[in-house]
């Protein structure tokens, strides 16, 4: 548990509004339409998205376990007030686990993967209690997924009310967005990124479709669902983690002893691997030779038998024996003194994923080409507005992440595929899919002091156009 759970006590009144949501659950005023149970089958479409099938999940307002039930994981559970609500929940779904408490008084045992907050928010007598709670059932990786309506849509919903196709509703609050970021960082949560979903929150063939997964994405403001995941607050790693920095090395001769030379020691630990791919130089060689000269360095070597800087990443994180895995290409235009900027992010838990940006500070003139410089601006744009956090740039070569991340990762690599050449998408994509918190570290770039660029502008700059395409159609279009 990250922090003790709140030691509040719910007012009368509180105590007063949850009887009373109660009691209206219980009442067959609140059974659900056809169109209600629509609409959660379409949050259920996208809340598959952002959860492995192998997790554990906990929704809080459960309801007769609609959500639930049509939700992939391997273990359910669902809490609510309403017993009679729960009968259903557990008709329908007899292998979940149900019980009636509310999430202001949270009392479980054991700890949650994914805690589920949907459409409940507004119906809560005390918001900061039910998300303070939530800490005795999360551990550091846990992610809590929130939904809510988007104002805008409030007299929508009272026409749908009054009409008859929207179940009625008891009293309850109506909180924007800030509402629930202010709410979320009171009570030790850390926003990983907001997204809004769900144009037309009805299931209608051909409708539905065109409207939720075609225009949703570029008409955000107008979404129904406002789709919220944060993590607990992080706590700095005790003891200091050890580190694994893979340094992809195509010919790089001249760059190589330098490497050693200029890497700090990091953490408890700090691993070199050198992994050569297919040079024509005698880099190799060079390898070899500083491998032997410096005794005293914990450094591994490897020839990669594929081709491509992400087969070389992929094969170093292989051999890899740190807690925090680092890429530090061999050019060393992203000058090796800078990476404790990005241990520092990760060991502290500030950052899941650290990605270095080159386009904050100036850089040396010969650096980056112009045109170069303002394609990589324009992928920055795209790709955050793909992955719903701010990175600005995706093309730098350092990433940081831990090794549990990154083999989770791995593991969940057949959602995308191996389509990434680079290693830089894999990661970043695999990174937005299992909602870890991505953060950029400015660094200064400098000129190569040795070689020339392995980065062919044409032909590499036509791939990427195709990964945000591929990235667009599984990340945001779906």
């Known amino acids: 548990m990250l922090m003790p759970p709140s030691t509040f006590t719910l007012s ?20 659900l339409t056809g169109a209600a149970r629509s609409y959660r089958r379409l949050l259920a479409e996208y809340y598959n998205l952002l959860i492995p099938a192998d997790a554990s999940v906990l929704e809080i307002g459960c309801g007769d376990g609609e959500l ?41 045992p054991g700890t949650f993967d994914v805690i589920i907050v949907s459409d409940t928010l507004n119906f809560a007598a005390d918001v900061e209690q039910l998300l303070s709670r939530l800490h005795s059932v999360a551990t550091p990786q846990t992610r809590l997924l929130i939904n809510f309506h988007n104002n805008l849509w409030h007299p929508l919903f009272a026409v749908a009310g009054w009409l008859g196709v929207q ?41 539905a479709p065109l409207c939720n997964r075609l225009l949703a994405p570029l008409f955000p403001w107008a979404c129904c669902s406002i789709f919220t995941i944060a993590r607990p607050r992080p706590i700095p790693a005790v003891p200091p983690p050890s580190v694994s920095v893979v340094i992809p090395a195509r010919n790089e001769a001249g760059n190589i002893e330098a490497a050693v030379l200029r890497t700090p020691a990091m953490g408890s630990r700090t691993e070199l691997i050198f992994v050569e791919g297919n040079s024509t130089d005698h880099t190799w060689a060079e390898i070899q030779r500083v491998k032997a000269a410096y005794p005293e360095r914990d450094i591994k070597i490897l020839q990669q038998t594929g081709r491509g800087k992400g087969d070389a990443v992929r094969a170093g994180y292989a051999v890899a024996t740190g807690d925090i895995l680092m890429i530090l290409d ?5 000058p090796p003194e800078e990476l404790p900027k990005f241990y520092s992010a990760v060991a502290s838990g500030r950052a899941e994923f650290a990605n270095g940006c080159r386009l904050v500070y100036p850089m040396e003139k010969q650096a980056m080409q112009f045109l170069n410089m303002i394609a990589n601006h324009c992928f920055g744009h795209a790709f955050s507005w793909l992955l719903g956090q701010r990175v600005k740039d995706t093309l730098c070569g350092t990433k940081v992440l831990s090794r549990a991340h990154y083999d989770r990762i791995a593991a969940n690599r057949a959602y995308f595929g191996d389509f990434d050449p680079f290693g830089d998408f894999d990661l970043l994509f695999g990174a937005d899919k299992l909602n870890l918190k991505i953060v950029d570290i400015p660094i200064r770039y400098r000129e190569r002091t040795y070689g020339s660029t392995n980065i062919h502008r044409w032909s590499h700059g036509w791939l990427l156009l195709r990964m945000v395409a591929f990235a667009a159609r599984k990340l945001k279009f779906v």
């Open 330 to 334: 061999a050019d060393l235009t992203m």
């Open 68 to 108: 639930l039930a049509h939700l992939r994981a391997s273990r359910k559970t669902g809490i609510d007030l309403s017993a009679a609500q729960l009968a259903r929940a557990r008709a329908r779904l007899p292998d979940a686990t149900f019980l009636q408490q509310s999430g202001e008084a949270l009392d479980l």
């Open 12 to 31: 009368a009144l509180s105590q007063e509004h949850l009887q009373g949501t109660a009691a209206f659950f219980d009442s067959p005023a609140s059974a």
């Open 167 to 207: 179940s009625r509703q008891p009293q309850s609050s109506w909180l924007s967005r800030h509402d629930v970021d202010s709410l979320l960082d009171l009570s030790g949560w850390a926003g990983i990124k907001t997204q809004a979903r769900l144009l037309w929150p009805v299931r209608t063939p051909l409708l």
